[in-house]
T-cell receptor, first 114, second 115 residues
Framework: KAGVTQTPRYLIKTRGQQVTLSCSPI?????VSWYQQTPGQGLQFLFE???????NKGNFPGRFSGRQFSNSRSEMNVSTLELGDSALYLC?????????????FGPGTRLTVL | DQQVKQNSPSLSVQEGRISILNCDYT??????FLWYKKYPAEGPTFLIS?????DKNEDGRFTVFLNKSAKHLSLHIVPSQPGDSAVYFC??????????????FGKGTLLTVNP
């Protein structure tokens, strides 16, 4: 079974631009969660989608948004990029809603904002 | 407000010895706990989990202990191997409403196992 895939793996943007990251979950998984990892901050929860519905959202500004499609693939969008948005963005999928079972992570997208 | 805390940023042990990684939580509604391991340039990999109805769960060299009254859990790795060198994250979930739809992670502990 193929694992969670994320594209692109690396991205360089400048301040003020917007970016879209993509995540394809493991086949059959209906939940996709997004996390931001920065040095010293661990993994911070962005949002979780289950069957195309956002079930929970973390404490991030409205510039961070997401969606999930009927095939469970998910996208995350960040508008008006700031230097502090530079981070590793991780996506995870699971059978059940995010906090109820183990999540399987993708390799992440490394975003650098210049 | 950091609800899951891993107070040791790093830990170094000798190959063959026991590694003990600790995690404390403050939210009494958490009822499901997990440990993940992360190598550089890779996503976290699930290791082991425990629900609040248990106080111990074992899987091979990995054992997780849960002390609900102290709001503390620990991961024991015996015997430790150099390949275990990685960042270990503790995570928790639980609560009402949307709270159980997310995992709350600690900041991680870097484990180094020396040959």
């Amino acid at each position: 079974k193929a694992g969670v895939t994320q594209t692109p793996r690396y991205l360089i943007k400048t301040r003020g631009q917007q970016v879209t990251l993509s995540c394809s979950p493991i086949s059959g998984h209906r939940s996709v969660s997004w996390y931001q990892q920065t040095p010293g901050q661990g993994l911070q929860f962005l949002f979780e989608y289950f069957s195309e519905t956002q079930r929970n959202k973390g404490n991030f500004p409205g510039r961070f948004s997401g969606r999930q499609f009927s095939n469970s693939r998910s996208e995350m969008n960040v508008s008006t990029l700031e230097l502090g948005d530079s981070a590793l963005y991780l996506c995870a999928s699971s059978h059940l809603p995010g906090g109820l079972n183990e999540q399987f992570f993708g390799p992440g997208t490394r975003l650098t904002v210049l | 407000d950091q609800q899951v805390k891993q107070n040791s940023p790093s830990l170094s042990v000798q190959e063959g010895r026991i590694s003990i990684l600790n995690c404390d939580y403050t939210n009494s509604m958490f009822d499901y706990f997990l440990w993940y391991k992360k190598y550089p340039a890779e996503g976290p990999t699930f290791l082991i989990s425990i629900s609040s109805i248990k106080d111990k769960n074992e899987d091979g060299r990995f054992t997780v202990f849960l002390n609900k009254s102290a709001k503390h859990l620990s991961l024991h790795i015996v015997p430790s191997q150099p390949g275990d060198s990685a960042v270990y994250f503790c995570a928790a979930s639980g609560g009402s409403g949307g709270s159980n739809y997310k995992l709350t992670f600690g900041k991680g502990t870097l484990l180094t196992v020396n040959p």
